[in-house]
């Protein structure tokens, strides 16, 4: 599914062992939504795409492939946001630097989310407080091409609503955006076109 014009995103023969080979593009502002059965290979396409997983074939950032880039470059720009996300310190807070203060605090008020959570225990957080500062912090990066594995998994309608309003602003400021979701529904809400997953081979819908 290679197109002409310059991609921000492109795969090209991308697989493991769990599926592929892979070749697509995705262009700046596009959503793309992956959909499957549960075992498909959704989660290890997206981080073969982040560089996460062992792989052959390459991703390519607008034409310069990940090979020619030091990993944490290009994990820095292309960011994997877990279903699970880990957290390694104590609190959310502790996960930013001080210069993401204005930008953490405008997000999570975006999303519905009083800014004393961030001094919370990470433990004592609900898991749709936890996934949605998940979203912030991988917000905070500043990606150019951002890889949710079921971000809204957790969440009450409301909050999806506000998650999706988010992710539309950042579509519409040129990032790119790959999507797994077992929602129809929200795949139909945010993306322009549907990746169908099946045991590691992929149609587009
Ligand atoms: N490192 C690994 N070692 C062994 N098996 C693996 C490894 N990574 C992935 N798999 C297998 O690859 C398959 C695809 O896993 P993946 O997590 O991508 O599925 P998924 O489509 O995201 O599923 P779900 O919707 O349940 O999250 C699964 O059968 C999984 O067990």
């Known amino acids: 599914m290679p197109s002409t014009s310059a991609a921000l995103l ?4 991308l697989r493991s062992p769990f599926g592929g080979p892979f070749d697509f593009d995705v262009q700046a502002g596009e959503c793309v939504a992956i959909q499957g059965p549960s075992g498909a290979g959704k989660s290890v396409l997206l981080r073969m795409l982040a560089d996460l997983d062992p792989h052959e074939g390459e991703a390519s950032l607008e034409g310069r492939s990940n090979k020619a880039m030091p990993a944490p470059a290009w994990r820095s720009q292309v960011v994997y946001q877990a279903a ?16 993401q203060r204005a930008f953490v605090e405008r997000t999570m008020s ?33 990606p150019r091409v951002l890889l949710l ?11 999806v609503a506000r998650a999706e309003a988010l992710l539309r602003s950042c579509l ?25 997953l099946d045991r590691g081979r992929l149609t587009t819908i």
Do not use: C, K, N, Y
């Not at 492109?10 to 023969?13: D, K, P």
């Not at 999303?111 to 500062?133: C, F, H, K, V, Y």
């Open 110 to 142: 975006a999303l519905g989310l009083a800014a004393a959570l961030l001094d919370s225990e990470i433990d004592r957080l609900s898991t749709g407080e936890r996934q949605r500062l998940a979203l912030v912090r991988s917000l905070a990066a500043q």
């Open 10 to 13: 492109s795969a090209r023969g």
């Open 172 to 196: 519409a400021q040129g990032m790119a955006i790959l999507i797994v979701t077992h929602s129809a529904e929200q795949a139909g809400r945010l993306a322009q076109r549907i990746f169908h």
């Open 84 to 99: 699970e996300p880990a957290w390694w310190e104590a609190t959310a807070a502790e996960h930013f630097e001080d210069a």
């Open 149 to 159: 594995d079921e971000p809204t998994a957790a969440l009450d309608p409301e909050a």
